[in-house]
């Protein structure tokens, strides 16, 4: 958050929480539309959490950046969502100081996994289709699972090391009733280039050059008809950087909000509102990315009905043929 630095105990002397604008019926149906969002946040993440893990043929590395992705908005959905939706509906912060900072740390840290995880996706659909050869023989789930591994241990340490060393920890001060976390100018900087800047540049140059090679190869497949096997892989690599690219471009448009608000936060004064709606819509995307999977690939609803259904149990159900 990008903000300038200012005195803390004369504004608390200002500072008050607004009185509930909304007519009682309004205010538990917006409880009751919040609790809506976390619940399928959670569910949709659960179910795509189980059947990447659970059944063996949906084991890919392109799946284990999915799984690892799933894993990060499963956990917004428990751990932020619940408070970042209170916070708007009460525009007011009920919490105490401590579960503020944890809020800011864990939302912070979340962010920035998932903003991670959508680009090794990139980077994974890109090798994907530009060596394709090359990627079957060297890309395996080990490989992409020490990746993943690594990801979240460098943005955990990442994410420790500057709530640490901006004084998150040891000198943070809020009034009653808010959560507003403030960075000097450096700080946000670096913060807005590791965060935002670099990976979403990497993101927008490798789809590109995606699609750019998809259309090659739908030359390619015409070309193609007596050899069977290239002709099938790659439709599906095709497949799997459209559906993909349709999941980075609905999260690029639910965090250019704030992205956009990081980068005037220290030219104009923003509304405590309208940081409440851009946080919402970020985390919002949290739960739009399972539904995005049930709409495009029929082996996820096949997964969906198998977990619902309860033939997970069954003895080596772990080895039906999902993507048949």
């Known amino acids: 958050m990008n903000l300038t630095e200012f005195n803390q105990s004369d504004r608390c002397e200002h500072f008050f929480?607004?009185?509930r604008s909304v007519s009682p019926i309004l205010y538990i149906l917006l409880y009751a539309c919040s609790a809506a969002v976390v619940l399928l946040t959670v569910c949709g993440n659960l179910l795509i959490i189980i059947s990447v893990f659970y059944f063996k043929q949906l084991q890919t590395p392109t799946n284990m950046l999915v799984l690892s992705l799933a894993v990060s908005d499963f956990l917004v959905g428990a751990l932020v969502m619940p408070l970042m939706l209170i916070w708007t509906i009460e525009s007011c912060w009920i919490f105490g100081k401590v579960l503020c900072i944890s809020f800011f740390v864990v939302s912070g840290f979340f962010m920035t996994i998932s903003i991670y995880n959508v680009t090794l996706i990139?980077?994974?659909?890109?090798l994907a289709l530009s060596h394709p050869f090359l990627y079957l023989n060297t890309i395996s789930r080990r490989?992409?699972?020490?990746v993943v591994y690594c990801n979240w241990?460098?943005?955990?340490?990442?994410v420790t090391a500057f709530y640490y060393f901006t004084g998150t920890f040891s000198s943070f001060?809020?009034?009653p009733g808010e959560c507003f976390y403030l960075l000097n100018e450096v700080w946000s900087e670096v913060d807005l280039v590791f965060s935002f800047i670099f990976p979403l540049s990497i993101i927008g140059m490798l789809y590109i050059r995606v699609f750019g090679i998809a259309k090659k190869h739908a030359t390619a497949i015409r070309e193609l008809n007596n050899h069977t096997w290239p002709k099938i892989h790659m439709k599906s690599e095709r497949k799997a950087a459209k559906v993909l690219g349709i999941l980075v471009s609905v999260f690029l448009v639910c965090l250019l909000p704030y992205f956009i608000y990081s980068l005037i936060g220290t030219v104009i004064e923003i509304q405590a509102e309208t940081l409440f709606k851009v946080l919402a819509v970020v985390h919002i995307n949290s739960c739009i990315n399972p539904y995005i999977y049930a709409l495009f690939y029929p082996w996820f609803r096949k997964c969906i009905k198998l977990v619902i259904t309860l033939k997970i149990f069954q003895t080596d159900s772990k080895f039906i043929n999902i993507l048949s």
């Open 17 to 19: 929480c607004p009185e």
């Open 122 to 126: 990139a980077v994974d659909r890109y």
């Open 143 to 146: 490989t992409t699972c020490i």
């Open 153 to 158: 241990c460098v943005l955990g340490l990442y």
């Open 173 to 175: 001060v809020m009034c």
